[in-house]
């Protein structure tokens, strides 16, 4: 029998890879209390530790447990061919992860994980998109706050633009605040270094690592912002400083435009920085921020990384605020906020990626293989789900 999307069955609609982590811990908590109607599973290589993490979160006592390993590809397609998706929270991927992304779209199982790490995504989808698009495997990478609010937030801002005037805006100035600038976990910064030290002891890898339309497909837009220092926002009387994870955004955003044939523009920029507050404390603030996000990927940082999962290298943000600003050459501008609660590196992103595996499960089921963004792939259903889920506001 096939099962409604085409696809021969499964046992399981979804597995959680890594529940055992700290995020995939969250992921699991989130489907044990929200899972209703969804079959679904962990998957950890520590079978004790999956007992009990089953045990702790409540999880019904008929959940498929799944023993795997990340280099062993035996354990791996015993677990990708018993379910529909994968879920993956296990970093950094770019030393973990491609055997799975491989079986998934050899296998026509869809994927969806947290990774920001763009170096590595440009190699699984040079490697296995033809793959995916003829299995039909749905491969989904930055499903977290990597990078759904903020490609979510231009997908809204543009599309209020073009039912307004016909058009969207080529310019989006994107400007985050959160409850506190700390806030990432270990896993978090370990893939950040990772990616770091690819770049830094490969000089091609390096020149990838700085280019905007790394994803896009081969697409060569126009020269983009790339804020290094802080700043005096006018518009918003405020210091910022750059965000460190600017650069995954943006190519990821770039890939986005790309795959929905430039919806945004062939000509659309993009840019981030971290709002730091007004006046000379403000401009004091944001030199603070700037050397904290340096630190991030110095290779001092290296050590920082491998501490527990659980372990925040600074203190948890409860909630995080995104205006996103759009402009034109005729001077049209159109304001978006995206707003949200939980630590972006944790709880927020646990949050998105459930919902964005729920909505490639029930609401385009349908939808073609091959490797997607979030919201090239689902747009204003993501949008709607996330809103009705209380998981962030547009």
């Known amino acids: 029998m096939i099962s409604a999307d085409g696809r021969a069955p499964a046992e399981l609609d979804l597995v959680v890879w890594g529940a055992t982590g700290f995020t995939g811990r969250l992921v699991a908590e989130r489907l044990a209390s929200h899972g209703h109607g969804l079959r679904w599973g962990l998957a950890a290589r520590d079978e004790m530790a999956l007992h009990r993490l089953s045990k702790e979160i409540g999880a019904p006592p008929d959940t498929p447990l799944i023993v795997a390993d990340a280099h062993d590809a035996p354990s791996l397609l015993a677990l990708v061919t018993r379910t529909r998706m994968v879920l993956s929270t296990v970093g950094p991927f770019q030393h973990v992860g491609a055997l799975l992304v491989e079986l998934c779209a050899t296998n026509g199982t869809d994927y969806v994980d947290i990774n920001g ?179 991030i990927v110095a290779p001092r940082a290296a050590g920082a990384a491998h501490g527990n999962q659980a372990d925040l290298v600074a203190g948890a943000a409860p909630t995080y605020r995104i205006l996103l600003v759009g402009t034109d050459t005729d001077g049209r501008r159109l304001r978006t906020t995206v707003a949200g609660e939980g630590n972006p590196g944790d709880e927020a992103t646990a949050a998105m990626v459930t919902e964005v595996a729920r909505c490639l499960l029930d609401d385009v089921s349908g939808a073609a293989g091959g490797m997607w963004t979030p919201g090239a792939l689902a747009g204003d259903l993501l949008v709607a789900r996330l809103a009705e889920r209380g998981v962030m506001t547009f």
């Open 117 to 295: 790490e763009p170096l590595w995504m440009r190699s699984m989808i040079d490697r296995f998109e033809a793959d995916a698009r003829r299995t039909g495997a749905r491969i989904v990478f930055s499903c977290g706050f990597e990078s759904v609010p903020f490609e979510l937030g231009v997908h809204v801002l543009e599309s209020r633009a073009v039912t307004r005037w016909g058009v969207p805006l080529p310019r989006v100035n994107s400007r985050i605040a959160l409850a506190d600038v700390g806030g990432f976990t270990a896993g978090s910064i370990a893939s950040l270094v990772a990616s770091a030290e690819a770049a830094r002891t490969d000089p091609a890898l390096g020149a990838l690592a700085n280019d905007p339309f790394l994803l896009a497909g081969g697409f060569r837009g126009p020269e983009q912002p790339r804020p290094t220092e802080p700043e005096f926002d006018d518009r918003l009387g405020m210091w910022a400083a750059p965000w460190v994870m600017g650069p995954i955004n943006a190519a990821n955003l770039h890939r986005s435009n790309a795959l929905q044939g430039h919806a945004w523009s062939e000509d659309f920029t993009y840019d981030e920085l971290m709002l730091a507050g007004p006046g000379d404390l403000g401009r004091e603030i944001a030199a603070e921020m700037t050397a904290v996000m340096a630190a």
